[in-house]
Every structure is written in structure tokens, then in C-alpha cells.
């Protein structure tokens, strides 16, 4: 398995029955290794939105770490002063 460097391209928002959506070209597809009817995730970052393939694993991490900071943000607040 090679290198695959960053690629750059652009998508249309475009309506989609009562939604909104984008549509992704068969090789940015290949790149994510996903296919019609699989799962992304999307991540808000400092720098924009990321797509991965969906992990199991860490949607339930990233779920228990919301639920946390949820149930604790005083806490958590008090720590990060």
C-alpha cells in the first residue's frame, strides 16, 4: 500500500429529497475504500469537517466522552482552569 497524497476537490451541496447532500466521485470513494450504503463519519476540526470510514469502536468512545462532558462540564471546567 503506496502513499496516497492529500487531494484536493470540490463538491456541490445539492438537494436530496427533503435534505441536503454532496455527491462524491467514484475515486474519492476508492480513497475512503467505502461504497453506496456504507457509513462515514463526520469530525468538525480546527480546520473544517473530516469524512473516515466509520469505527465502531470510536463512535461508541466518542459518544461516552460526550455523555461525560455533558454529566461533568462543571468539573471538567474547573480542571481546564
Given at each position: 500500500m503506496g502513499y496516497n497524497p492529500p487531494m484536493f476537490t470540490t463538491v456541490k451541496v445539492t438537494t436530496i429529497?427533503?435534505?441536503?447532500?454532496?455527491?462524491?466521485?467514484?475515486?474519492?470513494?476508492?480513497?475512503?475504500?467505502?461504497?453506496?450504503?456504507?457509513?462515514?463519519?463526520?469530525?468538525e476540526t480546527p480546520d473544517g469537517v473530516q469524512l473516515k470510514t466509520y469505527d465502531e469502536t470510536f463512535a461508541t468512545g466518542m459518544s461516552l466522552a460526550e455523555e461525560i462532558m455533558r454529566e461533568d462540564r462543571d468539573v471538567l471546567r474547573k480542571l481546564a482552569q
Open positions: 429529497g427533503n435534505s441536503a447532500g454532496i455527491i462524491l466521485s467514484k475515486e474519492i470513494l476508492e480513497r475512503l475504500r467505502v461504497s453506496k450504503g456504507d457509513t462515514l463519519t463526520v469530525t
